[in-house]
């Protein structure tokens, strides 16, 4: 990040962008509005363009890098002005900060605004504490709770600690830990798709963890994963909650948990 943005951020409240991304848009709009409320509690001045798009991520886990490149050119000219760009899930803030650089590799110009954007591009627990130092105050959740770290944001972001120290703010809410927390959970993107056979054996051994450890409410950080587990948990008649860390957070998760009736 160069001096004059550190410098133009440290002098007035950050212009951040919310990158609310497909799945909490189309499947649980929840999770944008406690990225919003989080972002906002943490002094933020919060924008949310309505023209953004996927990130690309589907078409280029599919090998389908020219239309990735449009959809990424789209993203860096849509969020370029603000001075952070944040996103409630590591898979898709991931795209945007590893992969982005790589699609457009046949454009230099464009290859170069896509890093420079990707330093601004942040996974919302990872900025909510590395660069807001914030701790969220008040919030209750009294429960006991495990959580998924997923791959993009674990190995891409190296989002770990960040939701753990958020968490262990929240009042009653007693963290335990889970037996292969860093493994995948067989969701993938389109992985699941392509092999639902081989992702149903690696969700059914990560339900099985989480079902082991005890607990009452399932947390992590990409709704993808969450949707996924969530999925297994009810076929196998679990009563575990599951929820994405931002509506514990922001004091949301009275609502129905992922997968549940409203």
């Known amino acids: 990040m ?22 909490a848009d189309a499947m649980r709009p929840s999770v944008g509005f406690a990225a919003l409320k989080l972002l906002q509690d943490a002094g933020c ?40 760009v944040v996103g409630p899930s590591g898979s898709c ?16 110009a464009w290859a170069e605004r896509a890093r420079r954007l990707g330093e601004r591009t942040f996974e919302l627990m990872s900025f909510l504490v590395d660069v807001m130092h914030y701790k969220p105050t008040g919030v209750q959740f009294p429960a006991t709770a495990t959580y998924h770290d997923s791959c993009s944001g674990l190995r891409e972001l190296g989002v770990f600690e960040q939701p753990r120290a958020l968490l262990g703010a929240v009042s009653g809410l007693e963290m335990k830990a889970l037996e292969g927390n860093d493994v995948c959970c067989g969701f993938g993107g389109t992985f699941c798709v392509k092999y639902p056979a081989i992702s149903n054996a690696v969700v ?12 009452q409410v399932l947390l992590g950080g990409d709704l993808g994963c969450l949707m996924n587990m969530a999925g297994k948990l009810h076929r196998n008649g679990s009563p575990v909650r599951v929820y994405h860390a931002a509506e514990v957070l922001a004091g949301m998760a009275d609502a129905p948990a992922v997968g549940e009736k409203g």
Do not use: W
């Not at 133009?8 to 990158?19: G, I, K, M, Q, T």
């Not at 690309?56 to 990735?68: E, I, M, V, Y």
């Open 204 to 215: 059914s051994e990560k339900a099985a963890a989480v079902q082991r450890s005890g607990v």
């Open 2 to 23: 160069s001096n004059t943005l550190k410098s133009s951020a440290s002098r007035s409240v950050p212009r951040v962008a919310l990158f609310v991304t497909c799945l």
């Open 45 to 84: 001045k919060v924008e949310v363009p309505t023209q953004q798009t996927c990130c690309g991520q589907p078409a280029f886990n599919s090998g389908d890098t020219k239309d990735t490149a449009v959809l990424a050119r789209r993203f860096i000219e849509l969020f370029e002005p603000y001075d952070y």
């Open 93 to 108: 803030v991931g795209m945007t900060r590893a992969h982005y650089p790589e699609a457009l590799a046949d454009d230099a």
